[in-house]
């Protein structure tokens, strides 16, 4: 006999079903990471915003942030327009897009590559856009469109010959980076040669170059690497499905679909364009692409943070090293790379001792 409930008995309430409750955790992991992806891109423009001011209002000609704001907002005295608009924020915006550049290649790498030691610089794909661009600095004797065009064949070469080499092989590993270290330090000897053949005057000003210097920025040389982030940054939005994908590895991204090694030539023809844009105005600018992601991916607390965190953390780092290139030691301006170089260095060395441990 079937029992009956009875009028006035509590309606029993179906219990949920285990599959049902993991869903719901996961659904509300993914909101709370979003989130906080959110909340550290704010702060961390918030903290660029800031990091422009005090680059406008510090200097031999000192200005109050206050005034610096009035000058960005319209306003503001004649001189103090003039001295900012033209000399001073140049230099911050091209530190921003720069910054921002360098870090998207290195999240790229580092995603593709599923290796924390890929980023652009040491697996020498700014390396190869150096030497084109010095070739192109010395022997041609020509600047402009040109270089950026020499940048990025330079950067695609040696991207394309890492994906020729590591087809079918395992990334993670240091004979990965490794391989990546010995193009660098190939193409290190080949600007030396460069450098040395060519006249000091020119060598002189191309080896400030390759030390990564935003000295003397202008316009044109903005709107060049914001123009490569133009390119980019829709690419980058399209590719978000795969890349995620990718994440999980190759053969989970296989199952869902994704044609792995195409999804990875695309990938890194976006970074060699980001590579290319901000190496050709600024030369190599050590490190930021490689501290930029894990730093972000630290903030968010996530092992892939969004990629806009990743920008926003490149263009503090950049600028933050920029003003301290400038004002650190009274009387000296230091290239940018320089304390990009003297962060990046130890950082570097804790990767590689964290790895052998490991």
Do not use: K
Request: with cysteine.
């Amino acid at each position: 006999m079937t029992a009956v409930a009875t009028a006035g008995a509590p309606a029993t309430a179906p219990h949920p079903r285990p599959h049902d409750e993991g869903a719901t955790l996961v659904r509300a992991g993914r909101r709370r990471r979003a989130r906080r992806a959110r909340v550290v891109t704010l702060v961390a423009l918030a903290a660029v915003v800031a990091l422009v001011l005090v680059s406008l209002a510090l200097g031999t000609y000192a200005v109050s942030p206050a005034e610096a704001w009035a000058v960005v907002t319209g306003q503001g005295a004649p001189l103090d327009r003039t001295i900012l608009l033209e000399l001073r924020l140049p230099r911050a915006l091209l530190a921003v897009v720069v910054g921002v550049a360098f870090a998207l290649a290195g999240g790229i790498f580092q995603t593709v590559f599923a290796n924390p030691l890929a980023s652009p610089d040491l697996l020498g794909v700014t390396g190869g856009a150096t030497v084109a661009a010095v070739w192109v600095l010395l022997v041609l004797g020509v600047t402009g469109p040109l270089v950026g065009a020499a940048a990025f064949a330079g950067a695609a070469v040696v991207a394309g010959g890492l994906l020729v080499l590591t087809r079918g092989r395992d990334l993670t590993g240091h004979r990965f980076v490794l391989t990546g270290v010995g193009v660098a330090f190939m193409a290190s000897g080949a600007v030396g040669y460069l450098l040395s053949r060519a006249q000091v005057q020119a060598a002189q000003s191309a080896l400030v170059w390759t030390a990564g210097s935003l000295g003397a920025a202008r316009w044109d040389e903005v709107a060049l690497v914001a123009g490569s982030l133009a390119l980019a940054v829709p690419a980058l939005v399209a590719a978000s499905r795969p890349l995620r994908a990718i994440q999980l590895g190759p053969l989970a991204a296989t199952g869902l679909g994704v044609r792995v090694e195409r999804t990875r030539a695309g990938l890194l023809a976006v970074a060699v364009v980001l590579v290319a844009g901000a190496t050709a105005v600024v030369g190599p600018l050590g490190f930021v692409a490689l501290c930029a992601p894990p730093l972000a991916r630290r903030l968010v607390r996530t092992g892939a943070p969004a990629l806009p965190a990743v920008g926003a953390v490149g263009a503090v780092l950049v600028l933050a090293a920029d003003l301290i290139a400038q004002h650190a030691i009274p009387g000296v301006t230091l290239p940018t790379g320089v304390v990009t170089g003297a962060v990046g260095a130890p950082y570097l060395l804790w990767l590689l001792a964290r790895g052998v441990r490991s």
